[in-house]
């Protein structure tokens, strides 16, 4: 626990300075001014953890980088830590002041104590728990590879597991500090404690008197967090995948709320959206959130807003371009496995056939089947089966998803009925008085265009995951959106009919509800984290797993395999389940490997 108290710091740090210092050199830049009125004035960002999120995707694509030129390791955090001091140096007053402000509210808001228990608490997390089978499979040596080498030529011949490019495998190896002899294993941690930090700000409700829509998604962001926090001890990218999309889904309902009139904001969790994309191809749909920017601009600037829609576009270009180069260095594709997209005709690259089977592979898994012929099989058959396999809360949501999809093309007609009316009626000359049930304009709700918007794009984001490879680990936060938000948009619509006399009443049956559910919960986490604790967690991190190898010799090379199973864990190095296919492309581990031969 301490060892990973001491790794958050060294993250924290260097984070916070690279994406103040970024965001801060982005809204100084002319055609990114906000406008106030006739004046333009630079955009002041109002929460510090957006300095946070924003430095961990800067040095993740840095630490991508540094991956096709060499071994991310001592000298890539030595770079880092020159950078931070020079832009630290550059930035020391700007910064000191931010912190010495953010630090002042925490402490007269009496949160400070909220704050550090989560940490600790997420920390305590993050030292021991559940070890995931793909990490053991190949998540483990993907980081090693990338520590110990960069990015190798045709890696995912010698298992396609390694072909599975996630930019989270460049951050853990990036913050593993292997070099000192002992790797951490603790960034899915700091995720999950980036979204638990956000989540806190439930707390606000008792400030406001009434919740908000995006205090319902951090609700289930809660029950996320405890359904995987005896896990995030291991580097998955599903984890890393999912806290993000809870961060940029609340992140956005708050922006909503706020009635921020800047796009800036929106166009960097457009941004960042493309980056979580690259950790896992799921969060792909969260990319549509960039129309909403990119309509604000267009309609508030004209042609004058293109070179800022270029910009964001070039934002977006230079983390994604590390991630495709990747690809193709491992594998031979531009996105691995659909074979699909095939552009270059490498030596190294893996056999389309094999391409194919991993991606059918894939879907059929997630449907529920081990069977690869089983991905043949129509939507009528295999979908009964997997809502019959869902967990019964996730029957829940996923019921509450289909109950609400009618109910929310129904408030897309009144919407627009309503809009078209009003139009109608101020052309005549009219008042137009009919209320606007789903789009009130007050300090609770979002505004209906909003609110259509956003539940759109969670829906999309849902017919996305069922249709591709629907395994609820891997996109169970489609499952339990766009129920919960139409949920809360209701409720507090409900909320809002009922006037104030009912807010005293309804306000304690909602604390006492939420209090039940955390008291619950922790106690179930107590109760199964007590027989694995270790008194040795509370000071170092638990290992990576460890089986037992046996060697293979490939050229003059050691390649190690399981002696049952297929699972290898971290070390030894390289491990793969079958060697019997490695076939090297030179007498160097650096010159790659080749398709096996047939």
């Known amino acids: 626990m301490l060892a990973v108290i001491f790794n958050w710091i060294y993250v924290i740090i260097t984070t916070y300075i690279t994406g103040f210092a970024v965001l801060t050199g982005i809204s100084k830049i002319a055609c990114m001014y906000t406008e106030k009125g006739k004046k333009k004035i630079v955009y002041n960002y109002k929460y510090n953890e957006s300095f946070l999120v924003a430095g961990i995707l800067i040095v993740n694509v840095y630490a991508e980088i540094f991956s096709l030129f060499g071994k991310v390791s001592l000298a890539a955090n030595a770079i880092l830590i020159l950078a931070c001091v020079f832009l630290y140096y550059t930035y020391r007053e700007e910064i000191n002041s931010r912190i010495i402000d953010g630090a002042a509210k925490i402490i007269t808001s009496k949160s400070i104590h909220l704050y550090l228990i989560i940490f600790l608490v997420m920390a305590y997390g993050t030292s021991h728990g559940l070890m995931h089978y793909d990490t053991d499979l190949y998540h483990a ?3 090693r590879w990338i520590e110990e080498f960069g990015v190798i030529k045709g890696l995912g011949n010698i298992h396609v597991r390694l072909g599975y490019n996630s930019a989270s495998f460049a951050l853990s190896a990036l913050y593993s500090g292997a070099f000192m002899g002992k790797p951490m294993h603790a960034m899915a941690g700091y995720f999950a404690l980036l979204l638990a930090w956000q989540c806190a700000d439930l707390k606000n409700i008792v400030r406001r008197g009434h919740p908000v829509l995006s205090d319902f998604v951090r609700v289930m962001a809660i029950y996320y967090l405890f359904t995987v926090f005896d896990e995030i001890v291991s580097p998955a990218s599903d984890y890393f ?59 508030k600037r004209g042609k004058s807003g293109v070179r800022a829609i270029l910009l964001c576009v070039l934002f977006c270009f230079i983390i994604a371009v590390p991630y495709f180069v990747r690809n193709v260095i491992l594998t031979g594709y531009l996105v691995y496995p659909f074979p699909q997209v095939d552009l270059f005709n490498v030596s190294w690259k893996i056999p389309v056939e094999t391409a194919f089977n991993d991606a059918h592979e894939i879907t059929a898994y ?7 012929s089983a991905y043949s099989e129509p939507f009528i058959s295999w979908f009964p089966r997997w809502v019959s396999d869902l967990s019964a809360f996730n029957k829940l949501m996923f019921a509450l998803d289909l109950i609400s999809f009618p109910v929310y093309i129904g408030c897309i007609i009144y919407y ?29 709700m979002v505004t209906g265009l909003d609110f259509l918007f956003i539940e759109g794009i969670t829906f999309i984001s849902l017919a996305y995951f069922i249709f591709t490879a629907p395994l609820v680990r891997y996109g169970g936060v489609y499952l339990w959106l766009p129920g919960m938000i139409l949920l809360g948009r209701f409720l507090i619509l409900l909320d809002s009919r009922l006037g104030s006399d009912a807010d005293g009443y309804a306000y304690r049956v909602i604390v006492a509800i939420f209090a039940f559910f955390m008291i619950f919960k ?28 046996q060697e293979k010799t490939v050229g003059d090379k050691v390649f190690y395999y399981p002696s049952e199973g297929d699972r290898t864990g971290y070390d030894p190095f390289p491990s793969v389940p079958n060697p019997d296919n490695i076939v090297l492309a030179g007498d160097r581990i650096k010159d790659g490997f080749l398709p096996p031969k047939s």
Request: hydrophobic letters at 45%.
């Open 416 to 444: 627009f009925v309503t809009e078209n009316n009003e139009s109608k009626m101020k052309a005549d000359g009219g008042n137009f008085k009919m209320e606007k049930v789903f789009h009130l304009s007050n300090r609770r």
């Open 366 to 372: 997630g449907r529920g089947f081990t069977d690869l």
């Open 141 to 143: 040596q993907s980081i």
């Open 241 to 299: 995948m999912a806290t993000m999309v809870f961060y940029i889904v609340i992140h956005w309902l708050d922006l909503f709320a706020n009635h921020e009139k800047a796009f800036l904001p929106h166009a960097l969790l457009a941004i960042f959206a493309v980056y979580i994309t690259t950790i896992k191809l799921s969060a792909a749909p969260l990319v549509l959130l960039s129309i909403y920017p990119i309509v604000r601009i267009i309609r």
């Open 522 to 549: 922790c106690a179930v986490l107590v109760r199964d984290d007590i027989p694995r604790f270790r008194t040795g967690y509370l000071v170092e991190q638990q290992e990576y797993n460890r089986y037992d190898l």
